[in-house]
C-alpha cells in the first residue's frame, strides 16, 4: 500500500489556476498509474485524470478536458495536476489516488489520498 497526501487546494477566483501536488512515500510509484478524482457536496466522487505508469497515457474527464493537466515526476515519488480556466463547477474536494487499473477510459485505483479542497468563487 502506498500512501498518499495532496497538497495545493485554496481558494481561487474563476478563470484561475491552481496546481495540486500528490506525494507519495511507502512505495515508488514508478510501476503505478496514478490519477486524480473529486467530489462535489452531495455529488458522488468523480475521475478527473489519469496518467499511466510510464506517463505516455494520459486520461481526462470531458468536463476538465483542455483545462487540466496531470503529470508525474517517478524521482520525486509525486504527481501533479495543473488546473487551469478554474470554474465555480470545480469546487470539490479533489483526491489522489494510485495503483489499479487503466480500463475504458477511466482509473480503478487501489489507494487513496485524504483529499484537499479546491474552491472557485469570485
Known amino acids: 500500500q502506498v500512501q498518499l497526501v495532496e497538497s495545493g487546494g485554496a481558494l481561487v477566483q474563476p478563470g484561475g489556476s491552481l496546481r495540486l501536488s500528490c506525494a507519495a512515500s511507502?512505495?515508488?510509484?514508478?510501476?503505478?498509474?496514478m490519477g486524480w478524482f473529486r467530489q462535489a457536496p452531495g455529488k458522488e466522487r468523480e475521475f478527473v485524470a489519469a496518467?499511466?505508469?510510464?506517463?505516455?497515457?494520459?486520461l481526462y474527464a470531458d468536463s476538465v478536458k483542455g483545462r487540466f493537466t496531470i503529470s508525474r515526476d517517478n524521482a520525486k515519488n509525486s504527481a501533479y495536476l495543473q488546473m487551469n480556466k478554474l470554474k465555480p463547477e470545480d469546487t470539490a474536494v479533489y483526491f489522489c489516488?494510485?495503483?489499479?487499473?487503466?480500463?475504458?477510459?477511466?482509473?480503478?485505483?487501489?489507494?487513496w489520498g485524504q483529499g484537499t479542497q479546491v474552491t472557485v468563487s469570485s
Open positions: 489516488a494510485a495503483g489499479g487499473v487503466l480500463i475504458s477510459g477511466r482509473h480503478h485505483p487501489d489507494d
Open positions: 496518467i499511466g505508469w510510464s506517463g505516455d497515457i494520459t
Open positions: 511507502g512505495r515508488t510509484i514508478s510501476n503505478y498509474h
